[in-house]
């Protein structure tokens, strides 16, 4: 069965420090993994998927499969950065239906 | 343009009473994807509808956990004698297909208390 580890429940950095939230992930078949996020008050999104290689909001992640890992790093963190992550898999080894699979999350805390 | 919407935002509910949760995709979306979020347990895959096919109802807890999508667009989530352990936020997801990995949008849930 596919499994997303997000080994920090919370990560506190300082402004302009580098970030790195970390997921590993067990899957059988060739996974498609991506990063949700929510900020305070708002709904679940869409950050960013591996298979787009884009950076978004200065995040980036890279797939690594031989350590089936796919970390999410920002060189330098801002205050608005301050929301939970969410690392998450997709599955489409049952029906089709591409469900995400969630990591627990990754509180991240911006100190000014 | 709209969201996803559910609705109601919050529902208080008595032990033992059945509850009925509603989402309205986005518009053309044919996918819909609920999930629960618990604490202690994270986001956690409930059913999926894609068109007029099948749901994959493999993630509900139990035969407590009902849905259904009428007409292809608006969702119903009903739990049956509601038990202490169901409270959490229960969240839709719409994206236009279920397959080619098309982004899931979410609304914003619906918080369940269970007392």
């Known amino acids: 069965a596919q499994r997303v580890t997000q080994p920090e429940k919370l990560l506190s950095v300082f402004k302009g420090a580098p970030v790195e939230l970390k997921c590993n992930y067990s899957?059988?078949?060739?996974?498609?993994l991506f990063w949700y996020v929510q900020y305070s008050r708002q709904r679940l999104q869409l950050l960013l998927r591996h298979i787009s290689r884009e950076s978004i909001k200065g995040f980036t992640a890279d797939l690594n499969k031989g350590e089936t890992s796919f970390h999410l790093k920002k060189p330098f963190a801002q205050e608005e950065d301050s929301a939970m992550y969410y690392c998450a898999l997709s599955d489409h080894s049952g029906a089709g239906s591409y469900q995400l699979t969630f990591g627990k999350g990754t509180k991240l805390s911006v100190i000014p | 343009g709209a969201g996803v919407s559910q609705s109601p935002s919050n529902k208080v509910t008595e032990k033992g009473k059945d509850v009925e949760l509603r989402c309205d995709p986005i518009?053309?979306?044919?996918?819909l994807y609920w999930y629960r979020q618990s604490l202690g347990q994270g986001l956690e895959f409930l059913i999926y509808f894609q068109g007029n096919s099948a749901p994959d109802k493999s993630g509900l807890p139990s035969d407590r956990f009902s849905a259904e999508r009428t007409g292809g667009s608006v969702s119903t989530l009903t739990i049956q004698r509601t038990q202490q352990e169901d409270s959490a936020v229960y969240l839709c997801?719409?994206?236009?297909?279920?397959?080619?990995?098309?982004?899931?949008?979410f609304g914003p849930g619906t918080r369940l208390t269970v007392t």
């Open positions: 997801a719409s994206s236009l297909r279920g397959t080619g990995g098309y982004e899931q949008y």
């Open positions: 899957y059988s078949g060739s996974p498609e």
């Open positions: 518009s053309g979306h044919t996918a």
